[in-house]
């Protein structure tokens, strides 16, 4: 019974974190402000977080699950802090945060 409880569990929120995972793909790909693109990585490393707690409980290896999502997190906080250090100096230099605009920059 104990298995069968995981299973559905793993399906519920394997789901969401598929949907999730898919919804920072998009704003990823298709949005041409930089601070949607960081958003999207957001909801991208967090959909890997929960998969990773979800892994954890699921397989009954919650210590190791629970260090490695500690570890994602704290990457996660750096690459978010420099990227959002390279968008706002864009931002000083050319007055917007549009993909398209950066292009014309030269130097």
């Known amino acids: 019974m104990m298995v069968s ?6 399906w519920i929120f394997g789901v969401f974190t598929v949907l999730l995972a898919i919804c920072g793909f998009y704003c990823i790909l298709v949005t041409r402000n930089f601070i949607r693109t960081l958003i999207g ?6 959909a890997v ?4 707690v979800l ?9 190791i699950s629970q260090s490695l999502a500690i570890t994602i997190i704290v990457v996660e906080v750096v690459v978010i802090a420099v990227a959002a250090g390279i968008v706002f100096g864009i931002f000083k230099q050319i007055g917007s945060l549009n993909v398209t605009k950066m292009r014309n920059l030269k130097g």
Request: proline share 0%; hydrophobic share 50%; no cysteine.
């Open 55 to 63: 892994a954890g409980y699921v397989s009954g290896r919650t210590a």
């Open 5 to 10: 409880d995981n299973s559905a569990l793993f």
């Open 41 to 46: 990585l957001e909801l991208l490393t967090k």
């Open 49 to 52: 977080t929960l998969l990773v």
